[in-house]
């Protein structure tokens, strides 16, 4: 197996992990009446705990930027581009993308956030280049 797959799985299983979170928390929310079912019908009638607005909002941020990341890898792996350049941003993006996570799961300053944010983005940035410049 490629190597290549190990960066993808590891922000795959990052993602599953936050999405059991966000249910968690959602069950939690409901079972302790503080939202209804029927909130989570529009996200209207309610509001929500900020443990349940933070874990929803880290969760769809998974699904946005990210996705650039996967189209990437595999991009690399069809160029063969799969050098150890593309392997070090590839786990770097991942931890700087868990590292964002865990900041907006926690303490969540917007400056610590950010600086993560910013940093994958520039990380996934270098990321394109360096697939994109096949010689």
Same mark, same amino acid.
């Given at each position: 197996?490629?190597?290549?797959?190990?960066?993808?799985?590891?922000?795959?299983?990052?993602?599953?992990?936050?999405?059991?979170?966000?249910?968690?928390? &959602?069950? &939690?929310?409901? /079972?302790? &009446?503080?939202?209804?079912?029927?909130?989570?019908?529009?996200?209207?009638?309610?509001?929500? /705990?900020?443990?349940?607005? %933070?874990?929803?909002?880290?969760? %769809?941020?998974?699904?946005?930027?990210?996705?650039?990341?996967?189209? !990437?890898?595999?991009?690399? !792996?069809?160029?063969?581009? !799969?050098?150890?350049?593309?392997?070090?941003?590839?786990?770097?993006?991942?931890?700087? &993308?868990?590292?964002? /996570?865990?900041?907006?799961?926690?303490?969540? %300053?917007?400056?610590?956030?950010?600086?993560?944010?910013?940093?994958?983005?520039?990380?996934?940035?270098?990321?394109?280049?360096?697939?994109?410049?096949? !010689?």
């Amino acid at each position: 197996m490629s190597a290549i797959y190990y960066p993808m799985l590891t922000m795959f299983l990052w993602t599953f992990a936050v999405m059991l979170r966000n249910v968690h928390v &959602r069950l &939690r929310s409901v /079972s302790r &009446r503080e939202l209804t079912n029927e909130y989570f019908e529009l996200f209207q009638g309610g509001e929500p /705990s900020d443990i349940v607005a %933070k874990t929803g909002n880290n969760l %769809k941020n998974l699904f946005e930027f990210p996705v650039l990341f996967y189209v !990437a890898l595999v991009a690399a !792996a069809i160029l063969q581009r !799969a050098e150890p350049v593309v392997l070090v941003l590839a786990w770097l993006y991942v931890g700087l &993308r868990i590292g964002h /996570s865990i900041v907006h799961l926690t303490i969540n %300053k917007v400056p610590v956030r950010f600086a993560f944010y910013f940093a994958s983005n520039l990380v996934l940035l270098a990321l394109w280049v360096w697939v994109g410049t096949v !010689a």
